[in-house]
């Protein structure tokens, strides 16, 4: 199994590879006991939770946006996501759930080959961090433009929570 198997180059799996990385970082993080990992950040427009896990192939990263799209127009959303998506060098936005439960994310599967190196790790995890604040500001113009979605960028009621995420 890959996320086990120790890399030949130094001697760490790719999830020992990730805890180094994350444990040298400056981003306060936790283990899941399912596996994986959770990390928070704070971007320039948005705090930011990521949940990082590997298996045998691939690294997958997840960030949420403290960002809610109820009262959103969904073709507008949508535009937006397709346009920031045809400039991000990796990874794509999506939105996930259904109705009101609706959330954006940003979501990059790394294929890791077996590699444990906390430095790549770690370079790697910045740069998600790095891509989803450089165009979170994007999405932060449309929730402008609708005045009752809770949004922690305006100081509007009820964020979803993710700013008081303990890690």
């Known amino acids: 199994m890959g996320f086990f198997k120790k890399d030949k180059r ?15 970082g400056k981003r306060p993080f936790e283990i899941r006991e399912e596996g994986g990992f959770t990390v928070q950040g704070m971007g320039d427009d948005l705090p930011m939770l990521m949940e ?11 960030i949420h946006l403290d960002i ?12 937006e996501l397709n346009r920031l998506n045809m400039r991000v060098p990796f990874g794509n936005f999506i939105v996930d759930g ?16 077996n590699n444990g190196d906390p430095k790549s ?5 910045d740069l998600m961090f790095d891509i989803v604040d450089k165009h979170d500001g994007d999405l932060k113009k449309l929730a402008e433009a609708v005045p009752d979605v809770p949004d922690s ?15």
């Open 121 to 125: 790790i770690g370079d790697l995890t």
């Open 153 to 167: 960028m305006y100081g509007r009621d009820k964020p979803s929570g993710l700013a008081s995420v303990k890690c």
């Open 98 to 113: 259904e109705a009101e439960e609706m959330e954006v994310l940003f979501r990059y599967d790394y294929p890791h080959l």
């Open 68 to 79: 809610q799209t109820s009262g959103w127009r969904m073709d507008d959303l949508y535009m």
């Open 52 to 62: 990082a896990e590997a298996d045998d192939a691939f690294i997958h990263y997840l």
């Open 10 to 24: 130094n001697g760490m799996s790719v999830s020992e590879g990730m805890a180094a990385a994350l444990a040298n």
